[in-house]
């Protein structure tokens, strides 16, 4: 079974703070992993995958198969990187979502 | 260009109609999917197609019915709308993936 943890739901912090998006997954095969983030009544956009091993917006993820993580993570939070961030698990032939989290960055 | 296309953006109906969502994508994608975004913003899987066949249904009432009649475009066809039914409905596409999203259709029952 696939299945996609993300253990908090909110997480407020102030501008220029860094920050820490956890994502835990379970999946028998090898798994592919994402990141989408959806701005305040916009579509879903990718922000990361696994495979890439990219940073966009500053912000970086790392797979670790011991631990089973997909954590975002990003230095210097800004302002406009308020939106709800959802990690996903592509096994088989469907993406499977966590339930996202929604992050408030303050001036 | 619009990759992914949902009509309509907004719904409002009364419980009981039937109404349709449409979805188009102009990506070439073989894999098209929909996804319900119940109020509390959890994101789920409800029916995905691979040219035009169903792959997977997930638990979801007969009441719902997907239509594909080309590649292209993944209909979604609602009948007795009841007041559960409000949610944000997301078509996407995807040709390997990760999938591609369209704008949602926000629908409204009352």
């Known amino acids: 079974a696939q299945r996609v943890t993300q253990p908090e739901k909110l997480l407020s912090v102030f501008k220029g703070a860094p920050v820490e998006l956890k994502c835990n997954y379970s999946y028998s095969g090898s798994p592919e992993l994402f990141w989408y983030v959806q701005y305040s009544r916009q579509r879903l956009q990718l922000l990361l995958r696994?495979?890439s091993r990219e940073s966009i917006k500053g912000f970086t993820a790392d797979l670790n198969k011991g631990e089973t993580s997909f954590h975002l993570k990003k230095p210097f939070a800004q302002e406009e990187d308020s939106a709800m961030y959802y990690c996903a698990l592509c096994g088989s032939e469907k993406l499977v979502f966590g339930k996202g989290m929604k992050l408030t960055v303050n001036p | 260009d619009t990759a992914v296309s949902q009509t309509p953006k907004y719904l409002v109906t009364q419980m009981g109609n039937d109404k349709s969502i449409k979805c188009e994508q102009n990506l070439g994608h073989d894999t098209m999917y929909w996804y319900k975004q119940d109020s509390k913003k959890f994101l789920k899987i409800m029916f995905s197609?691979?040219?035009?066949?169903?792959?997977i249904n997930e638990t979801v009432p007969n009441r719902f019915s997907p239509k594909s009649p080309d590649k292209a475009h993944l209909n979604l066809h609602i009948n007795s709308l009841e007041l559960g039914d409000s949610a944000v409905y997301f078509c996407?596409?995807?040709?390997?993936?990760?999938?591609?999203f369209g704008s949602g259709t926000r629908l409204t029952v009352v």
């Open positions: 197609y691979n040219n035009k066949e169903l792959i």
């Open positions: 996407a596409s995807s040709q390997d993936r990760p999938p591609t």
């Open positions: 696994h495979i």
